[in-house]
């Protein structure tokens, strides 16, 4: 079982023992406080429970799916299209049994461009999202957890959450 599925259970845990927010939250960051809003049916783990390197990691009400929101290190490509090559051939090298269902695309929504690709594991689809903000390249993962809603709802609700973190302050 991979290191991923065994930090989803401990939260899946750790969520009934501890209050999380469903509304407009204050979040801190290294370096400075964030506004978001978390979408509706979605919780954000207190920072306390999530390893240092996830910005942020939300978890829907019905533990149907997740998003985690990491920055990326040590990038000194400016192409989306290059980034996402990179984090796909990563996400696959940690898990053999992974298998890619989309290869990167670089889209553009509003002012948010970003690179995406689709990925599945153990029969469930993953889908990543490499934007930048500011000097800072970021890696959204929407992971679902079961089957139980389309896909494409989910996809929007990650995009609309990339566009907001991006114009955040």
Known sequence: MSTKYIFIITIFISII????STTTTTTRTSTN?????????WNILDKKLIPSYFTHFLIKEDYSSALTLQSLYNVADDSLMIIGNVSLRSKLAEEPSRRATKVPTVWKKGSLVFS?????????????????????YYELELLQLKDTEPFENLIEIQTTF????CMSV
């Open 33 to 41: 406080t964030t506004s978001l809003t978390i979408p509706t049916g």
């Open 162 to 165: 990339a566009q907001q973190f």
């Open 116 to 136: 995406t690709y689709t990925y599945i594991e153990q029969g469930l689809l993953r889908r990543v999202m490499v934007f930048r903000k500011e000097n800072t």
């Open 17 to 20: 023992f501890f209050s999380c």
